[in-house]
């Protein structure tokens, strides 16, 4: 079970390690995306089935579709468009103080969280079971979610949306 | 459900040779080889399903098209056989003929392709396709994985297929590729949705996400003096979502007349243009695997799954009738490859999006009223199939005649 974690393990840290060093972003995206594939396996191997397949569904099926969508519409960097300049001390600097901002903040996080002390056995879980929990208790957490998802949704169609004049052509 | 069909010898059949053999092999590798037998059966079963639909395609598309269809591919003559099957066997062998051919062909990668990336697409297509069959309960006892999420499992190993497609487009490093690649995820995007969302009546019906006891929920019902059928198919919401679904598993396997991706006729095979010899193979493989795991799908959650129509005909066995149902779906999805016309890519984004997704959405509220309704009795039952009924056909009409108000008669103004 243990070298099964530790397989898994290196999976994820090593595609997001190769999808950091990559040059090419459609390779970094694809790693990304084999990396998030062994966080569901993760959680396969942590016993938490319906979360795996949520987690390959949404992230492996939809996130990723977004992630490359939004790499080849976006329009190349243009060297000159950057405002420092790539290689140079200043940015290698800057990059590394916000990782170590960015590092101390998240490891604080860590050390201040109380974690509670494990069961004796795994909790018996179900699909129904979660259902129940998720439309019983946490129901308005979850349709307050829902909510917020649909707004996003409804905006970005009037954002995408343009009123053009018909074509001619489309109309028969 | 009468016990006697279930130990039925037929229906035991299978399952007494699985485990005579593996009782050949020492205790600590009996799982293994348990689980190797069914993942080989479903291999085979399906490999062989599949070489048997492309020759059932063709020959059902020639009798559309007023032609006879592949009919010459008979027996090899072998040297060391002292007589040779002059017969051609109905062109029954083509499928291997075919095989044959697809893995001596050169494969040929472009020079400028991401090698690794051309290379990863179609076997991620295959295996992801096969993956599928493992939650589709093909018999009363023949579940290879019994999963408690096994619909949100059917449709996570599906999402892959995109993922797929894109690296197939991509890594060609051919424009036309590439564009294909994206018209052919923006379908199947597009039909992702009603797809799911014609699944979710049934889940909010039956209460839950497992194949085993969706299929079992459809045994019998005995309204009066008659047994009846109780599978979803002949409820409003479940009509309705058998349709939608249908129309999605079409667009989801890139079928006729949804085939935009790789429409031979015009397109140069989209995203598939620089694939050759047996990778081309893979992704045609992966398509028809995807078709007939969508359409076992369908029978498990629409048409009762290995369920007999009458208590009856139990004695045909529980898998004979699972492989019947999902004959019938195929040959009805060539059926309408035979039949109807390409559609354009604006009309196929807008039918999804106008059209099919409200209709689910508006049959998930209807399900959720089967549901509420469910201790309706006596002369409010007829009141609860009217309503339910009109939920389904009254937006079905108004939504028809409004997106296809000024659209007919089609006047051409630049030809007489």
């Given at each position: 079970m243990t070298a099964a974690l530790l397989l898994i393990a290196v999976v994820i840290l090593g595609a997001a390690a190769a999808a950091m060093l990559r040059r090419n972003l459609i390779h970094s995206a694809l790693l990304l995306i084999l990396s998030w594939a062994g966080v569901a396996a993760f959680y396969l191997w942590a016993g938490a089935e319906f979360v795996a397949f949520a987690q390959v569904l949404v992230y492996v099926g939809a996130i990723s579709m977004v992630v490359l969508f939004a790499v080849l519409l976006t329009r190349q960097n243009h060297v000159?468009?950057?405002?420092v300049e790539p290689g140079t001390r200043a940015r290698a600097t800057t990059a590394v103080t916000v990782g170590a901002c960015m590092a101390a903040v998240l490891s604080a996080a860590v050390m201040a969280s109380r974690f509670p002390p494990p069961a004796d056995h795994a909790p018996v879980t179900s699909v129904r079971l979660i259902g129940l929990q998720l439309m019983r208790q946490h129901g308005a957490a979850l349709l307050i979610v829902g909510v917020i998802l649909t707004v996003a949704l409804l905006g970005a169609t009037v954002l995408a949306a343009t009123e053009g004049k018909p074509d001619p052509e489309d109309t028969p | 459900m009468n016990p006697a069909a279930q130990n039925h010898f037929l229906e035991r059949a299978p399952l007494e040779l699985r485990d005579w053999f593996v009782n050949f092999f020492p205790d600590p590798l009996q799982w293994l080889v348990h689980h190797l037998i069914t993942i080989v059966a479903v291999l085979a079963i399906f490999g062989l399903f599949f070489a048997f639909t492309t020759v059932a395609e063709r020959k059902l598309l020639a009798r559309v098209q007023n032609r006879l269809g592949?009919?010459?591919?008979g027996l090899p003559k072998f040297s060391?056989?002292?007589?040779?099957?002059?017969?051609?066997?109905?062109?029954?062998t083509q499928p291997f003929a075919d095989a044959v051919k697809a893995i001596t062909k050169e494969d040929i990668v472009p020079a400028a392709a991401d090698k690794a990336l051309h290379f990863l697409a179609p076997v991620i297509v295959v295996a992801f396709s096969l993956m599928?069959?493992?939650?589709?309960?093909?018999g009363r006892q023949y579940l290879p994985v019994d999963l408690d999420a096994a619909l949100l499992y059917f449709f996570a190993a599906g999402s892959a297929t995109e993922l797929a497609i894109f690296m197939a487009g991509w890594s060609s490093r051919n424009k036309y590729s590439l564009l294909s690649a994206m018209r052919a995820l923006a379908q199947l995007i597009s039909y992702e949705l009603p797809l799911i969302l014609s699944v979710v009546p049934i889940v909010l019906v039956?209460?839950?996400?497992?194949t085993r006891a969706i299929v079992l929920q459809q045994g019998f019902w005995h309204p009066g003096f008659v047994t009846l059928p109780h599978?979803?198919?002949?409820?409003p919401w479940g009509f309705a979502g058998f349709i939608i679904f249908l129309i999605a598993a079409l667009a989801e396997s890139n079928r006729?007349?949804?085939?935009?991706?790789?429409?031979?006729?015009?397109?140069?095979?989209?995203?598939?243009?620089?694939y050759s010899g047996f990778k081309y193979a893979l992704f045609f493989m992966a398509e028809y695997f995807g078709l007939t795991a969508l359409s076992g799908l369908g029978v498990t959650l629409?048409?009762?799954?290995?369920?007999?129509?009458?208590?009856?005909?139990?004695?045909?066995?529980s898998y004979l009738w699972f492989m019947g149902k999902l004959i019938l779906m195929i040959v009805f999805f060539i059926w309408v490859r035979g039949t109807l016309l390409r559609l354009r890519i604006d009309q196929l984004t807008r039918l999804s999006w106008q059209f099919l997704v409200p209709l689910a959405l508006l049959n998930v509220g209807n399900a959720a009223f089967w549901v509420l309704s469910a201790h309706w009795a006596g002369p409010l039952q007829l009141v609860r199939w009217a309503l339910s009924l009109a939920i389904v056909i009254v937006p079905f009409v108004v939504m028809g005649r409004s997106l296809t108000?000024?659209?007919?008669?089609r006047t051409y103004r630049y030809a007489p």
């Open positions: 000159g468009d950057l405002l | 592949p009919n010459r591919a060391f056989l002292p007589w040779h099957l002059a017969h051609k066997l109905w062109g029954l599928g069959f493992a939650v589709l309960p093909f039956t209460g839950t996400l497992s599978w979803f198919v002949f409820t006729s007349p949804f085939d935009l991706p790789e429409a031979e006729s015009e397109l140069i095979a989209g995203h598939l243009t620089e629409f048409l009762g799954g290995w369920q007999a129509p009458f208590p009856l005909l139990e004695v045909v066995p108000a000024g659209y007919a008669p």
